[in-house]
Each structure stands twice: as C-alpha cells, then as structure tokens.
C-alpha cells in the first residue's frame, strides 16, 4: 500500500510540475501580466484539464500492469475529476506562492529604486550648492589680488571659465566642437603659465569648423597626461604637439610628448583616465572610432579618430 501511494504522489507530482512550468513560462508571463485575464484562465483551466485527462490512462496502465489491480472497478470520470481537482489546488497554492513572493521582491527593489533616485537628487542639489559657493569664493579671490598682478587675474578667470564649462555645459552627449576647443586653449594656457619654459607647447587645429559636435571632454584627460608626465630632459628638446584636424572623413586628434627615458614607478598613473575615455567612446562612437597609444623610451603618442556617422 505504502508503495502503491508513493507511486500515485509521484505521478501527481509529475502533471503538477508540468502544469506549473507551462503557466510560468507561458500564461502568466505572455497573458496574465499583459491583462489578457479571459484568455489566461481558458488556458489556465486547459493546462490542468489536460494534465488530469493524461492522468486517466497512466493511473489505469499503473493499476492494472503494476500493481496488478482489478480494473473492473476503474472508474475513468472519478480518477479524472479528483486529478483535477488535486491539480489545480496544487498548481494555484505554487503559483500564487510564486507571484506573491516576486510582488514582494519587485516592491523592495522599486523602493531601492526610488531611494537612490531620492539621494542623487539630494546630490543634485548639493552639487548646484557647491558650485555657487565656489564661484563667489573665486570672484572674492579675485578682488583680492592686486591689480598690478594681472597674470594671476587672468589665470583666475580661465580657471573660473573652465570650470564653469565643466559644471554648466558637459551635461549633454554631444557639444559643439568650437566650445570644447575653447576649454582645451584655457587648460593649455593654464599648464603653459606653470610647466618649465624650455617645454615647447603647439596646438594646431586644421579644418575645423562651427557646425562639428563632439562628446565633451573626450580629449582632456590625453592632454592632461601630456602635461603630467611631459620630459625635463637638459640635452634635447621638450615639448608637447597636439594637432586636430576635420576633414570629410570625421575628427583626428593626435597628441605626442617627449618624457623621461625613466618614471618612477610611484609616479606613474593608474590608467582610469585612460580607461575611462575608452569606455566612453565604446559607447558614443560604437564601431566608429580608431584610438592607438605607443608608449616609447622617449615619448608617449596617442591618436584618436572620430569617424562621422
């Protein structure tokens, strides 16, 4: 007996897990959750009147090749209607099961969601802070400094433009081409007012004209290491070309400077920046840009190429 009921649970068992895969993978996804309600419970109530009907012949095969039962006594409608009934119960305590422990998940994770959208709004506001206060200590700075000192009062609002272009204007994905020129001018004129005078500094732009956009500040952070790790050899020429040219084909930004033939190791840079840029330009010019690095005893080369759609 106790053979004979394992078997019968085991072959409830089977149709329930049946009836349960089919409804998780078919009518609660494609018409529970799109509110085609009719729909899902004529294919709902179809998954388990099949299950029950395959169940008739299997229990009378199981009765009488077996266990070797009469089945003079088989009642084929019997077997059908507690199948069905065994099924369904079964099949609607799993699934609600399911769908009430994802509803319970999907609302903590919207509640995440609406949290962090709370902090970086919360963030937002702080940055819009920040800046303002910044700003006022930067004009306050510069009422401060003599007059006579005119290199600095101009540094200062080179300084106080470029930030202002990273804060206010680089919140897009694309900008126009002459604006980021403008920031790149300031930065050099800044870098140029500190680095040795014997580091000849050239920043040619060929071809370039109003109506180009280009992600914003995709080529600083070449600059920027340029500069940081540009050479203070005495026996030869120190210097840093930068060329940017447009033509039909798109823009070819090509930067290269002599350094030391030896870094300290604690000097050199982790590469983010780098990594950084690559990332982004895998996302805004997907298949449409050629980036090429030579790193030598003697200089550091990069050439970046932005195809036009």
């Known amino acids: 007996m106790l053979t004979h009921a394992i078997t019968i649970q085991f072959c409830y068992l089977i149709f329930i897990a049946g009836n349960y895969y089919y409804n998780s993978f078919f009518t609660v996804p494609y018409l529970l959750n799109k509110r085609k309600y009719f729909l899902f419970g004529i294919c709902f109530l179809a998954g388990i009147a099949t299950g029950a009907l395959l169940r008739v012949p299997v229990s009378f095969m199981i009765s009488r090749y077996l266990f070797n039962v009469s089945t003079a006594q088989f009642n084929p409608y019997k077997v059908f209607f507690d199948s069905f009934v065994n099924i369904l119960f079964w099949v609607v305590l799993i699934l609600v099961t399911k769908l009430i422990t994802e509803k319970i998940s999907s609302q903590r994770y919207i509640e995440q969601i609406e949290k962090e959208k709370a902090d970086n709004e919360l963030n937002f506001l702080r940055a819009q802070f920040n800046p303002h206060f910044l700003f006022n200590s930067i004009n306050s700075i510069y009422a401060h400094i003599d007059k006579s000192n005119k290199g600095a009062r101009d540094m200062l609002l080179v300084f106080s433009e470029m930030l ?8 897009v994905e694309l900008i126009e081409l002459d604006r980021e020129l403008n920031y790149i001018r300031n930065y050099i004129a ?6 040795d005078e014997r580091i000849k500094v050239s920043f040619c732009t060929d071809g370039v004209h109003g109506d180009v956009k280009v992600a914003p500040l995709i080529f600083i952070t070449f600059i920027e290491n340029a500069f940081k790790y540009v050479g203070f050899n005495e026996s030869k020429e120190n210097s840093i070309d930068i060329k940017l040219i447009c033509d039909d084909d798109g823009l070819h930004f090509s930067i290269v400077n002599t350094k030391d033939s030896f870094i300290n190791q604690a000097d050199k840079s982790s590469g983010l920046g780098i990594a950084n840029v690559k990332r982004r ?3 805004l010019y997907p298949g449409r840009h050629i980036l090429k690095i030579d790193d030598t005893e003697n200089c550091y080369s990069v050439s970046l190429t932005l195809f036009k759609l």
Do not use: F, G, T
């Open 281 to 283: 330009m895998e996302l």
């Open 164 to 171: 202002r272009y990273q804060l206010y204007e680089c919140n």
């Open 190 to 195: 800044l870098q140029k007012s500190r680095i």
